[in-house]
Each structure stands twice: as structure tokens, then as C-alpha cells.
């Protein structure tokens, strides 16, 4: 889908863009073939195995303390069941929250993935814009995400359409 909308950019750019220069980067290719996002990979490859050992001992521990917890239930006295209800949400909590902390949004994965990735992506950015000057490029576009990955500071015409919408609201903003 993206491909057939890059080649309908492509193709209706002349016309529109006469003396454009535009070229294209594939993300994809650079990062498979750009042996820093290999060597970051790997390396978070490995810290989350270790967590995700982790979350295993976790999980091992708040199933051995459910099943513990089923077979001697009903001979417990009131008290000791409760406590042992207590210990089994506790843990579940812990592994929870953990999980949380680790594997969810904005967690130690995501966390230490943007730490390993923005300086290669800084280097790759800077390249990418150091090709466009160098080659005289004034557009240069990803086709994985279908977005600009360079683009001439002339031909940036967000504060046009933000005077026109602006006038349109009657100077209100």
C-alpha cells in the first residue's frame, strides 16, 4: 500500500515540483544493514532475557504459592488462610507490577530501546542530511513509514496554512 502511494507521489511530483529534487532512503534496509542497530539489538536482546527470567521466577514463585494455597486450603484455620491469601496477593501484585514497570508502556524495555536507539538514529539522521546537501536532494522521503526523512527548510509550508486557517478563524487562536 505504501509502495503504490510512494509511486503516485513519484509519479505526480514532476508536475507539480519542477525543479525538485527528490530522492528516497529505505529505513528498513538501514537498519538491517547498519551493523550499530544490529549490536543495539542483541544488546536488548539480552537485557530482556534477563528480565523476562525474571518475571519467570516471579510467575513460577505466585503459581507455587496458588497451588500450595488450593491444596491445604480448606484444613487451614480461618487466620492461617487468610495469611496465605494475603502472601498469594502480595506476590501477585509484585509479579503485576513488574510486569508493568518492565514490559509495559513507557517500561524498561521502551526505556532502554530509545536509550540505545537515539544517538545511532541521530547518526543516521545526520547522514541522511548530509547526503541531501551534499547531492543537492530537496526532498528526501522513507518509504517504510511513507514520511519525510529530509526536507529543505523552503519548502516547509506549515506557517502559510497556519496564517490561512488563522484568518479563516478571524485572528482567534
Given at each position: ?10 509519479s505526480l511530483l514532476p508536475v507539480f515540483c519542477f525543479a ?149 478563524l478571524g485572528g482567534k487562536k
Open positions: 500500500m505504501k509502495k503504490w502511494f510512494l509511486l503516485a507521489v513519484f525538485q529534487k527528490i530522492g528516497y532512503v529505505d529505513s528498513d534496509r538501514l537498519r538491517n544493514e547498519y551493523k550499530p542497530f544490529s549490536e543495539a539489538k542483541t544488546q536488548l536482546d539480552n537485557e530482556v532475557k534477563e528480565w523476562q527470567s525474571r518475571a519467570d521466577s516471579l510467575s513460577r514463585n505466585l503459581k507455587t504459592l496458588e497451588d500450595s494455597l488450593a491444596r491445604v486450603a480448606l484444613i487451614l484455620s480461618p487466620d492461617k488462610r487468610k495469611e496465605r491469601e494475603e502472601g498469594v496477593a502480595k506476590a501477585k501484585r509484585e509479579y503485576q507490577q513488574y510486569l508493568a514497570e518492565t514490559f509495559g508502556v513507557s517500561g524498561k524495555v521502551e526505556r532502554r530501546n530509545s536509550e540505545l536507539s537515539k544517538p545511532i538514529l541521530d547518526r543516521v539522521n545526520a547522514a541522511i542530511a548530509e547526503v541531501a546537501l551534499e547531492s543537492n536532494y530537496d526532498l528526501i522521503l522513507d518509504t517504510v513509514t511513507g514520511s519525510v526523512a529530509y526536507g529543505r527548510k523552503n519548502l516547509d509550508l506549515t506557517d502559510k496554512v497556519l496564517e490561512k486557517l488563522n484568518a479563516a
